[in-house]
RNA sequence: GCGGGUGUAGCUCAGUGGUAGAGCGUCACGUUGCCAACGUGAAUGUCGAGGGUUCGACCCCCUUCACCCGCUCCA
């Protein structure tokens, strides 16, 4: 598909998720809020069903284990506003909360405290001494030698001559300038002065102010990721729940990141919802179930009717791993609006002890663990006490698969959006994986007249105990399909004039348009069989 | 955050400095015999918002907001 037909896509995808109910612009009618968005009555039936196969395949039902035993795992609902210590203990606060200054010339950002400036001069050939201008360098050990290096290169460009180097107390902090001199510096790498911005604050966190008096200390922030819960109740759960190394803590929830530039309708929104898990276990095993969750992840993204070429891995470059992380691998989808590019879909995240440990130093609790069964087994190796003792209590290491469940809805849609000008009825349709779809079952009389309705009706009110259905006997039949095609739905059933005769009645699949009879008493065990179909 | 584009009915989009339009959709009634059938009728807009110019602005100007595209950002 051309660029331009892959853009459309996404147009008629938002334009139908608009006109049916999947997704409106958040407080629309006051012209809306950047990077939010509400879920309409369709979209979060998709959304929770699609939730509910997470938390099934995770909590419920976890996966079967290297050993051939099923994984351990618990689930959480952490709150969204957490002491805000929390948050400069993972590191959110801190480097990210201090004042940044962007270069317009050169797009590079910079920790305005980290830049510091000097008036650079050079003594000329003929023995002048001229300044060239306020300089801004990193603030570092090489700070005057950087300084004097790029002080130099701007002086060939005029004529050559000798720098005269600063003295170490001359660097000033690019914080302490007044707003007019700051205006004067020129960036680390520009080529012309007073590219630099003012020190804005860049903090991604929304804030906020816990009781009544807002000031400093009364300051919290709305969680950007779910995962320190996790974190946080890490000592609760080893000691009120049953739970061994290794394990696993799941939840989903909403997160909020206060984003540069939201993007791409529900892809990058400021408010979203994240289904995180963090399996704790030892060091030595990081690895193993690092590759482990690695392939279960994508198992769990197949189900969802995602088609294999859509998907695959991305292992992060060193140079592109978080604070925390080890290694980490993304699971990527061909978006429409990247193709035939990748994004960012799912990371897989070996975090290592980093947020333990850091938690633990925080914190001053002990967020350690016992590992009973290690001792056991070091004791009838025959180690020596200090070994057992020492080796038998650790920081666990932690794999994180992070994933978000507004984008699984985007995607779960781009996956299953279908245009097809020669299809009788719907141009459009969602094909979307039974098990899904918002509602599974449409329920039509084929004319609202000769006791079909009332049959009908008797059948969707015994349905709909086991499924969304829907019962509709207004206009034509061709018009009621083809509403159902539009929104996802897999199964329509209708009550004809045999029905009446002999007691069977049609059933119509959405994709390929086909119909088979089956009976009134059977009808029920049918669809249920085939929505639950993998 | 920077640059470009767009904004008129639920959706897609025409339109003119002088009282607002189409197609589709929605609703009602009639009709109906398996794929958006047909007939009749109906509802819906401070023309994204605020300000300005003008006798008069959906149209011209300014500001702002939202969306799309390209950079940037995405711990």
């Known amino acids: 598909m051309s660029e331009q037909a892959q853009i459309n896509v996404m147009e008629q995808l938002v334009s139908l998720c608009k006109r049916r109910g999947f997704v409106y612009p958040a407080s629309e009618i006051y012209g809306g809020l950047n990077g939010f968005w509400d879920y309409g009555p369709l979209g979060v039936l998709l959304k929770n069903n ?7 395949s995770m909590v419920e039902v976890p996966p079967i284990g290297p050993d051939g035993h099923p994984v351990d795992m618990v689930g959480l609902d952490s709150a969204i506003i957490q002491n805000p210590k929390t948050w400069v203990a993972s590191g959110h606060v801190g480097g990210f909360s201090d004042p940044m200054v962007d270069d317009r010339e050169t797009k590079q950002r910079y920790r305005a405290d980290h830049l510091v400036c000097a008036i650079a001069k050079v003594k000329r050939k003929n023995g002048d001494v001229q300044e060239l201008g306020f300089l801004a360098v990193l603030d570092g050990d090489r700070a005057v030698n950087d300084f004097v290096k790029r002080a130099d290169k701007l002086a060939r460009k005029t004529g050559g001559g000798e720098i005269q180097p600063p003295e170490r107390s001359e660097l000033t902090l690019f914080t302490k300038l007044d707003p007019e001199r700051q205006k004067q510096v020129w960036g680390p790498e520009a080529t012309q002065a007073g590219t630099l911005t003012e020190p804005r604050a860049f903090n991604l966190m929304f804030q906020t102010y816990v009781g009544a008096i807002q000031d400093e200390t009364s300051k919290a922030y709305l969680r950007p990721e779910t995962a320190q819960g996790q974190f946080l109740n890490f000592k609760n759960i080893v000691d009120t729940t049953r739970v061994k190394i290794p394990f696993g803590v799941a939840q989903i929830g909403k997160s909020f990141r206060n984003e540069v530039t939201p993007r ?74 990247t193709a035939p590019d990748f994004g960012e879909l799912e ?8 947020d333990l440990t850091q938690h633990q130093t925080h914190s001053g609790q002990k967020l350690d663990y016992f590992d009973q069964e290690l001792q056991l087994k070091l004791k009838e190796q025959g180690a020596s006490a200090d070994e057992i003792k020492q080796k038998s209590r650790y920081i666990p290491n932690v794999i994180e698969p992070a994933s ?6 985007l995607v779960v849609l781009c996956e299953a959006y279908r245009r097809d000008p020669n ?7 969602l094909s979307i994986k039974p098990q899904f779809a918002p509602i599974k079952c449409g329920i039509f009389p084929l004319v609202n007249k000769e006791g079909m309705p009332e049959v009908s009706e008797k059948l969707y009110l015994d349905l709909r105990k086991h499924f969304t259905c829907e019962h509709d006997v207004k206009q034509s039949i061709g018009k009621r399909y083809a509403r159902m095609d539009e929104i996802g739905t ?10 009446m005769k002999d007691q069977t009645l049609t059933v119509r699949e959405r994709d390929a348009m086909t119909q088979e009879r089956v009976s009134l008493d059977k009808i029920k ?6 929505l639950s179909a993998e």
């Not at 699609?50 to 099934?56: A, F, H, M, Y």
């Not at 978000?404 to 809805?409: K, M, N, P, Q």
């Not at 329509?492 to 004039?497: E, R, S």
């Open 525 to 530: 065990g049918y669809l249920l069989e085939r």
């Open 423 to 429: 299809r009788q009825g719907s141009v459009e349709y």
């Open 50 to 56: 699609i939730r509910d196969s997470w938390w099934r």
């Open 490 to 499: 897999p199964f329509c059933v209708t009550i004809d004039g045999e029905t």
């Open 347 to 354: 990371g897989i995240a070996h975090r290592g002890c980093y």
């Open 264 to 337: 791409n309708f529900i892809f990058r929104s400021r408010e979203f919802e994240q289904m995180e898990m963090e399996w704790f276990c030892h060091p030595d095993e990081a690895r193993k179930w690092y590759d482990f969750w690695k392939e279960e992840r994508m198992k769990w993204w197949k189900s969802l009717g995602v088609r294999d070429e859509n998907l695959r891995f991305r292992d992060h470059d060193a140079d592109e791993l978080s604070h925390y992380s080890k290694m980490t691998v993304d699971i990527e989808y061909k978006y429409p609006f």
């Open 404 to 409: 978000g469940l507004t984008r699984a809805v």
